[in-house]
């Protein structure tokens, strides 16, 4: 989820992923924090569509969020996620979920 605050002020976003592909791929949750220091790490979240293998990935400014959809591990982590909640049953969140916005937020970040 992208946003920002009332104004144009200030970015946010935030990356619902699968837990264990980061802690896969970065070997421990420390790790990730460590080279992602502007990203806050919430695992107190339920998203309860997505299991309890999930994180979430809050950057505060759009240069975290962009650092932080570079990682081909948070998008692989996000994509495994994404994938097992459209697999699990129809959700109330669906209806603000938009491929467009998506594919064209990422294209940049794929050159």
Known sequence: MIGWEAGGTGTWGFVNCARSVIEREYGSIESFERKHKRVDVDDS???????????????????ALARLLRDSAVRDAAAQLALRVMRSRPNIYSKFHCPALAEAMLAPLAS
Do not use: E, K, T, V
Request: net charge positive; proline share 0%.
């Open 45 to 63: 979240r339920q998203y309860r569509s997505a299991g309890s293998d999930q994180l979430s990935l809050s950057a505060g400014s759009i240069g």
